[in-house]
């Protein structure tokens, strides 16, 4: 486990809609003892993302923060906002404060998602200047989605820590992301049945998570 002091702070990403983003934070958000941000929430079916890590990980209210953005349609947020009459002004996604505690931020979408018709979500990275951890998924497609993210993200020098692959083991695209994107994979996580807090706990053990966030807290380059 993290230690509090550290104050770590990082956003998970996904390099397309469904590759398991919100699974992903749960599993840091619980090993990292961290506080759970989603900024920008589209589609409340079912209470949204923030509901289901809270249902996940059963994550008491001193853990999460409610989103800047929620709307209903379950749709790009720029496109959700308008349908709502509503323009989001970047300004209310400034970072929160969390004291000594860990914070998980999930995005909206992929990189280039728009969250208005002149912000996509790749600048509000780029004023966060956290460390990203991109999420992808295991298996065919993923070399194109996950190189081209890592390009867009470095274009901006956005740092990025490392991949999670989600989803069946597969042979190469592993090596084939590491050594081509020049990134490490923090993990390959299988898909787990059910998703809950036992599950996610054993995967962070088994995958061996623990040390390398405790690297990226203590890195002199953590924000």
Same mark, same amino acid.
């Given at each position: 486990?993290?230690?509090?002091?550290?104050?770590?702070?990082?956003?998970?990403?996904?390099?397309?809609?469904?590759?398991?983003?919100?699974?992903?934070?749960?599993?840091?958000?619980?090993?990292?003892?961290?506080?759970?941000?989603?900024?920008?929430?589209?589609?409340?079916?079912?209470?949204?993302?923030?509901?289901?890590?809270?249902?996940?990980?059963?994550?008491?209210?001193?853990?999460?923060?409610?989103?800047?953005?929620?709307?209903?349609? @379950?749709?790009? #947020?720029?496109?959700? %906002? +308008?349908?709502? $009459?509503?323009?989001?002004?970047?300004?209310?996604?400034? !970072?929160? /404060?969390?004291?000594?505690?860990?914070?998980?931020?999930?995005?909206?979408?992929?990189?280039?998602?728009?969250?208005?018709?002149?912000?996509?979500?790749?600048?509000?990275?780029?004023?966060?200047?956290?460390?990203?951890?991109?999420?992808?998924?295991?298996?065919?497609?993923?070399?194109?989605?996950?190189?081209?993210?890592?390009?867009?993200?470095?274009?901006?020098?956005?740092?990025?820590?490392?991949?999670?692959?989600?989803?069946?083991?597969? @042979?190469?695209? #592993?090596?084939?992301? %590491? +050594?081509?994107? $020049?990134?490490?994979?923090?993990?390959?996580?299988?898909? !787990?049945? /059910?998703?809950?807090?036992?599950?996610?706990?054993?995967?962070?053990?088994?995958?061996?998570?623990?040390?390398?966030?405790?690297?990226?807290?203590?890195?002199?380059?953590?924000?």
């Amino acid at each position: 486990m993290i230690p509090s002091s550290a104050a770590l702070r990082l956003v998970v990403c996904g390099t397309d809609t469904d590759v398991g983003k919100t699974v992903v934070s749960a599993l840091l958000v619980q090993g990292l003892n961290a506080i759970y941000w989603k900024p920008v929430q589209s589609g409340l079916e079912a209470g949204g993302d923030r509901e289901r890590v809270m249902r996940l990980i059963d994550l008491p209210a001193d853990r999460w923060i409610k989103e800047a953005y929620a709307f209903q349609a @379950a749709v790009s #947020p720029h496109w959700a %906002a +308008e349908l709502e $009459n509503t323009l989001l002004d970047p300004k209310r996604l400034a !970072l929160p /404060p969390c004291g000594t505690r860990p914070l998980v931020v999930e995005t909206a979408g992929g990189l280039h998602v728009p969250l208005t018709r002149a912000w996509q979500q790749i600048d509000q990275l780029q004023e966060w200047m956290l460390p990203v951890v991109l999420v992808a998924r295991s298996g065919l497609g993923t070399l194109n989605h996950t190189l081209l993210s890592l390009e867009a993200l470095r274009s901006r020098k956005i740092p990025v820590f490392g991949l999670i692959l989600n989803g069946p083991a597969h @042979a190469d695209n #592993p090596r084939t992301l %590491a +050594e081509i994107g $020049n990134v490490p994979v923090l993990a390959e996580l299988p898909p !787990l049945h /059910p998703v809950n807090g036992e599950t996610l706990r054993n995967a962070w053990h088994t995958l061996g998570l623990g040390p390398k966030f405790e690297a990226l807290a203590n890195r002199p380059d953590n924000r």
